[in-house]
């Protein structure tokens, strides 16, 4: 259950590949409004073994009546990345208007920007619109390789000294510490990467002693400490088990099955779909930005729509009566 969302007829007008494991495609957008923030993301349909399914990207800075997404091609995808990577000019799809759920406040003397990995498209958008109003930013940029750094030269060009690279493959790694001590006191980081990074910075921010309304975060989904299994999720108040793939969420597995869920972002960060847990024979591996890696026991909750069980089966309790169902 969630809003209705308004499609948009949309068409494959340009190509790019900014990182070898990345593709940027661009489509033109009936009717699509002429702006839209940074940070801002599309819901795109795509084909996952000839069935309709629902992807969600940011939507990067791109010329008015058009959306641009970029999307890393996983070894382990569940279907979308691979979608787009196959997509041609000319393919046709539908997508709609972005919406924003990662928002610059604008109210801060300094900004701190920090990307890993694919999770510089919203940061590269935030950076550009930052530059234009003349704001004071500075990007560190987190990858395994320097290939696998999209965008990374016109964020050199637009940035400058105030871009920092941070190569894996180069033994260089981020230090947050120091970067929290370097910003004033009204200074806020926004932050988008795998979920190892994120819980770093929230640790490394609640100990400088700052007010966490000044951290700002995205996490992307497929960001888990394992490797894909399926699973099995049993559901006792109707009675069932459901099969979960591996390369499927347990949300889309419960939805296709009939079981009642309340949900919206699909990226683990409005909490609406998160279900209450009654046992697990695996451990959990949450990718949410709410619930700790460390929660598998009664009474913990996960969020259906990125995190997984390690195998086994998880049983679970959607938090609805059956009763309240009929009424």
């Known amino acids: 259950?969630?809003?209705?969302?308004?499609?948009?007829?949309?068409?494959?007008?340009?190509?790019?590949?900014?990182?070898?494991?990345?593709?940027?495609?661009?489509?033109?957008?009936?009717?699509?409004?002429?702006?839209?923030?940074?940070?801002?993301?599309?819901?795109?349909?795509?084909?996952?073994?000839?069935?309709?399914?629902?992807?969600?990207?940011?939507?990067?800075?791109?010329?008015?009546?058009?959306?641009?997404?970029?999307?890393?091609?996983?070894?382990?995808?569940?279907?979308?990345?691979?979608?787009?990577?196959?997509?041609?000019?000319?393919?046709?799809?539908?997508?709609?208007?972005?919406?924003?759920?990662?928002?610059?406040?604008?109210?801060?003397?300094?900004?701190?920007?920090?990307?890993?990995g694919i999770g510089i498209t919203p940061i590269y958008g935030m950076a550009k619109a930052l530059v234009g109003r003349g704001q004071s930013v500075r990007l560190i940029y987190g990858a395994k390789s320097r290939g696998q750094m999209a965008f990374a030269d016109e964020l050199g060009e637009l940035l400058g000294d105030g871009l920092e690279a941070y190569i894996q493959d180069e033994g260089r790694t981020f230090d947050l510490a120091t970067e929290f001590a370097a910003l004033p006191a009204d200074g806020e980081a926004y932050i988008c990467g795998p979920h190892g990074l994120l819980e770093a910075a929230r640790y490394a921010w609640r100990e400088s002693g700052r007010s966490m309304s000044r951290l700002r975060f995205e996490v992307f989904g497929d960001s888990g400490r394992f490797a894909e299994q399926p699973f099995s999720v049993t559901i006792p108040q109707y009675g069932r088990t459901v099969e979960v793939r591996a390369d499927q969420t347990m949300l889309d597995a419960l939805t296709e099955a009939g079981i009642d869920m309340v949900y919206?972002?699909?990226?683990?960060?409005?909490?609406?779909?998160?279900?209450?847990?009654?046992?697990?024979?695996?451990?959990?591996?949450?990718?949410?930005?709410?619930?700790?890696?460390?929660?598998?026991?009664?009474?913990?909750?996960?969020?259906?729509?990125?995190?997984?069980?390690?195998?086994?089966?998880?049983?679970?309790?959607t938090g609805y009566r059956l009763e309240a169902r009929r009424v």
């Open 1 to 116: 259950m969630r809003s209705k969302l308004e499609w948009r007829p949309a068409r494959v007008i340009q190509i790019e590949t900014p990182a070898e494991d990345v593709r940027a495609v661009t489509f033109a957008v009936e009717g699509l409004r002429s702006a839209f923030d940074p940070g801002s993301h599309t819901n795109i349909k795509v084909v996952i073994r000839g069935e309709p399914a629902i992807r969600t990207y940011t939507v990067l800075p791109s010329a008015p009546g058009t959306l641009k997404i970029a999307v890393k091609l996983h070894p382990n995808s569940r279907g979308g990345s691979a979608f787009v990577w196959a997509m041609a000019i000319g393919d046709q799809t539908e997508m709609t208007e972005p919406e924003n759920r990662f928002e610059l406040s604008w109210r801060a003397s300094r900004y701190l920007l920090i990307a890993g």
């Open 264 to 317: 919206d972002c699909r990226r683990g960060e409005c909490g609406l779909c998160a279900v209450n847990i009654v046992d697990a024979s695996a451990p959990l591996d949450h990718r949410d930005v709410f619930f700790s890696p460390e929660e598998r026991h009664e009474g913990e909750k996960m969020c259906a729509c990125v995190s997984r069980a390690v195998g086994g089966n998880v049983t679970i309790d």
